[in-house]
């Protein structure tokens, strides 16, 4: 701002926001605009563009939210034949419920907690009128919605379309933000040069792409990856089944399975290149250490979790190789937090349900703050945190910028899903990449399967299995 004569970068956001919402109408000329402005910057930029859209014919209308707008936007908007009226004003409800598009100017980034009044009421009219015709439109986020965490607090806007500026929010990446975001648009005001690192990083198919390992001509099963997967048993068999298949088709070279006779059954039909060991309770690190060579070690998809599980499981982690502990694993491990006492990387992959009964949080409290909550949960147990939901969050134990996946459908919410994606991720590490990198390809694929396999229908997890190929060609050809 400093280099820059005063309000350009506010003309730019402003000129941006406006090419938007005019892309967004079915015509500007007679549409009508009802602008909600606060008396921050981002108020401005909705009057500014107002004031582009009233040249162009659109009728607007800006709701004052604050006891002040402004100025220079106010002004623009009013000589541009827009007009200016108080929240209070009895015609608010009628101009909401009959607009064509709202504009969404109430707060900007430092917004904290819920919307208070008259913001709530606006907010609680504009859902009244998306539900009819109106397009909310957000302007950086949506009003309420916490900038750095994605946390809602109270009253808040939900969005047909959010346009932000300079930089991604962790809160337009991160659930309960991101679902009120809508499509999410970036606008480059050329902040870019002057930013530091971020705080939260959302991979694109290229960045997966770099990642993944590819086999070369000399290549063989070994050097393509040995993953140690201690999954199912007698009750469960197709947890075994799904994770060693999710493995299998995320490139690992061999998978050599360890669990009891009646899975091991099921998957030497379903995946007959798969090398079985017999668990033997009475004997976990034999029974671990015979297995043969891995590189890294999948451990808790329907292992159970009685005391013959718990035995298996600390065998695993007492090895010095990457592990990856899910589902059983995870009960097991709520139960024993000290077999977490390990220096080789560790990964685990709870949904809010299970990082409760780890860290003794509450389950709601997770969903409503999922960045916190995996930051905090991989500083205490000392792991990488890839935490499931309608978005994924990746923490890492070292504090460093969190990574968020977005790629997912909710008709992953079935039965064996998340047993697929440990098997992907478990994959990945035996392949080498570095836990964070693993943790965050494995969720991309994961939920590019699902989006593949569902296609707007129902799926079982065997379907997203059975798509990974198609994933995988698809970020390769990004």
């Known amino acids: 701002m400093a280099r820059l004569p005063d309000g350009a970068l506010m003309q730019r956001a402003a000129a941006g926001l406006a090419a938007t919402c005019a892309r967004t109408l079915d015509e ?46 106010a002004a623009e908007l009013c000589a541009a034949g827009g007009r200016v009226i108080a929240a209070a004003d009895q015609a608010v409800p009628g101009l909401l419920g009959r607009a064509d598009m709202i504009i969404d100017g109430l707060l900007g ?25 109106a397009i909310v439109l957000a302007v950086d986020l949506p009003s309420g919605v916490a900038a750095d965490t994605g946390e809602v607090d109270g009253a808040a806007i939900t969005a047909d379309v959010t346009v932000t500026f300079g930089t991604w929010k962790p809160g337009l990446l991160i659930d309960p933000g991101a679902s009120r975001a809508g499509a999410a648009e970036l606008i480059d005001i ?55 298949g999710g493995a299998i088709r995320s490139g690992a070279g061999m998978v050599r399975l360890v669990s009891a006779a009646p899975a091991l059954a099921v998957v030497r039909q379903a995946w007959p290149e798969a090398v079985l060991t017999l668990a ?70 709870p949904h809010a349900g299970e990082l409760a009964r780890l860290t003794g949080a509450d389950r709601a409290d997770i969903e409503a703050r999922r960045l916190e909550h995996a930051r905090a949960a991989a500083a205490e147990l000392g792991v990488t945190v890839l ?26 919410a079935t039965a064996g899903s998340g047993d697929v994606l440990s098997g992907i991720a478990g994959a990945l590490l035996a392949q080498g990449l570095p836990v964070m990198q693993a943790a965050a390809a494995a969720a991309y694929l994961h939920g590019l399967a699902g989006r593949l396999a569902a296609d707007g229908a129902p799926i079982g997890a065997a379907d997203v299995q059975a798509a990974l190929p198609a994933a995988f060609r698809t970020v390769q050809a990004a």
């Open 280 to 349: 033997d309770p009475a004997s976990p690190g034999d029974t671990v250490t015979g297995a043969g060579r891995v590189q890294a070690w999948l451990a808790g998809p329907g292992m159970g979790t009685g005391p013959d599980a718990a035995g298996l499981l600390a065998a695993v982690l007492r090895t010095d190789l990457p592990a990856l502990v899910d589902a059983d694993g995870l009960t097991v491990l709520a139960a024993h937090r000290e077999l977490l006492g390990r220096s080789a990387p560790t990964l685990i992959t």
């Open 109 to 133: 980034i430092g917004g904290r907690g819920g919307l208070r009044e008259p913001a709530a009421t606006l907010a609680r009219l504009a859902e009244q009128a998306r539900a009819g015709r």
């Open 190 to 244: 050329g902040l870019g040069p002057y930013l530091g690192a971020p705080a939260a990083s959302a991979l694109q198919a290229a960045d997966i792409a770099a990642l993944l390992p590819r086999p070369v001509p000399e290549s063989d099963k070994y050097r393509r990856g040995v993953l140690g997967v201690l999954a199912g048993s007698e009750q469960y068999t197709g947890a075994a089944a799904l994770a060693t």
């Open 28 to 73: 500007v000329y007679g549409a009508r605009v009802v602008v909600l402005a606060g008396s921050g910057d981002n108020g401005g930029d909705a009057l500014f563009a107002g004031a582009r859209l009233a040249r162009r014919g659109a009728s607007v209308t800006a709701v004052q939210a604050a006891s002040r707008l402004h100025p220079a936007g």
């Open 387 to 412: 935490l499931k939901g309608s978005t994924t969050v990746i923490a890492g134990p070292d504090g460093g910028p969190v990574l968020v996946n977005a790629t997912g459908t909710s008709w992953l």
